[in-house]
């Protein structure tokens, strides 16, 4: 039951999006997150630095550094059309990427609330690890 409500929920906040010409932020839980990267194509981006990104990450995200010189290039070869999923350890940082990414013409954007750290306390199977 609880699977059908986030399905409902996601499926929702996906409608609320598609007609509107700007960028909408949307902050979803863990399991709506693991919800949408089932149901959606995404482009999944883990915002710390490399060395957090190593120590583990969600399986299939690219590492885009927001505090790096090359950030704002790093986000115009990303697709502006495609959902984004974004998230860092705690949620500060996906946050003001989030906005950053409206600015820039982002049409659908997810941030994972409490960030990679809520993730891997709930154990949703779909982290690599190396040294957690």
């Given at each position: 039951?609880?699977?059908?409500?986030?399905?409902?929920?996601?499926?929702?906040?996906?409608?609320?999006?598609?007609?509107?010409?700007?960028?909408?932020?949307?902050?979803?839980?863990?399991?709506?997150?693991?919800?949408?990267?089932?149901?959606?194509?995404?482009?999944?981006?883990?915002?710390?630095?490399?060395?957090?990104?190593?120590?583990?990450h969600?399986?299939?995200?690219?590492?885009?550094?927001?505090?790096?010189?090359?950030?704002?290039?790093?986000?115009?070869?990303?697709d502006?059309?495609?959902?984004?999923?974004?998230?860092?350890?705690?949620?500060?940082?996906?946050?003001?990427?989030?906005?950053?990414?409206?600015?820039?013409?982002?049409?659908?954007?997810?941030?994972?609330?409490?960030?990679?750290?809520?993730?891997?306390?709930?154990?949703?199977?779909?982290?690599?690890?190396?040294?957690?």
């Amino acid at each position: 039951m609880k699977k059908i409500i986030l399905i409902f929920a996601v499926a929702l906040a996906s409608l609320s999006c598609e007609n509107n010409s700007e960028g909408v932020i949307t902050e979803v839980s863990p399991e709506e997150i693991d919800l949408i990267l089932d149901l959606e194509k995404v482009q999944l981006i883990d915002v710390r630095t490399a060395e957090e990104f190593d120590l583990g990450h969600i399986i299939n995200a690219q590492n885009i550094n927001i505090n790096s010189d090359s950030f704002d290039a790093d986000i115009e070869l990303l697709d502006k059309e495609q959902p984004v999923v974004l998230y860092c350890k705690s949620g500060n940082r996906s946050a003001m990427c989030a906005k950053k990414m409206k600015d820039a013409g982002f049409k659908k954007i997810y941030d994972l609330k409490e960030g990679f750290s809520k993730w891997k306390h709930i154990d949703l199977n779909t982290t690599t690890n190396k040294n957690i």
